[in-house]
């Protein structure tokens, strides 16, 4: 069965501080990764996706992430935080199955303080 | 249209009552997803469409929840006797369905509060 993990429920940096945001999966066979973001009221926002090839992905707003698939990670990170990057990130997992649900992580509530 | 889009933004209900969500999805977009949004649950995902089809309904909590899409384009869920622990937000997402790999387009939400 297909699941992901976001161990932390909250993360708190310091402007200008490099953030990392923490996502694990289990997946059967090669997995698609994805993480979103949600800013306060307002909808489900896509930052970036694995799908293969290159395992450092970049995406929107200057975040990236590494598909690490020894340790079946896909951490969220970013050199510089900035403020207006406090939101609620999710990451989500699908096998590369089109009729397999994608499976969304809990979510990790990102706070930078200025 | 420019985006997903989701209506009522709000509803509030009284326990018992029937409700009704309505999802339109980005033009060409033939799949079609529902999520249920609860403090501090993440994403819970309730079903899938691929076109009118339904392949995955395995998230939907109860025989009180249903969903039907009809011409490929909008898509109703609807909540059959609401109880106060259906009180979530219910997000609708749309996507070119030509892999698992596609992005899902989010709609801004129904907050369904049953009171």
């Known amino acids: 069965a297909q699941s992901v993990a976001q161990p932390e429920d909250q993360v708190n940096v310091a402007e200008g501080n490099p953030l990392t945001v923490k996502c694990t999966y289990s997946v059967s066979g090669n997995p698609y990764l994805f993480w979103y973001v949600q800013y306060p009221n307002r909808g489900l926002q896509f930052l970036l996706k694995?799908?293969?090839?290159?395992?450092l992905v970049k995406g929107s707003y200057g975040f990236e992430a590494e598909f690490n698939k020894s340790q079946t990670s896909f951490h969220l990170k970013k050199p510089s935080a900035l403020v207006s990057d406090s939101a609620l990130y999710f990451c989500a997992v699908r096998t590369m199955n089109r009729d397999d649900k994608i499976i969304f992580g809990k979510g990790t509530r990102l706070h930078i303080l200025p | 249209g420019a985006g997903v889009s989701q209506s009522p933004s709000n509803k509030v209900t009284e326990k018992g009552k029937d409700v009704e969500l309505r999802c339109d999805p980005i033009s060409g977009h033939t799949a079609l997803y529902w999520y249920r949004q609860s403090l501090g649950q993440g994403l819970e995902f309730l079903i899938y469409?691929?076109?009118?089809?339904?392949?995955?309904k395995s998230g939907l909590p109860s025989d009180r929840f249903s969903a039907e899409r009809t011409g490929g384009s909008v898509s109703t869920l609807t909540i059959q006797r609401t109880q106060q622990e259906d009180s979530a937000v219910y997000l609708c997402a749309s996507s070119l369905p030509t892999s698992g790999a596609d992005t899902q387009y989010f709609g801004p939400g129904t907050r369904l509060t049953v009171l």
């Open positions: 694995y799908i293969t090839g290159d395992n």
């Open positions: 469409f691929q076109g009118n089809s339904a392949p995955d």
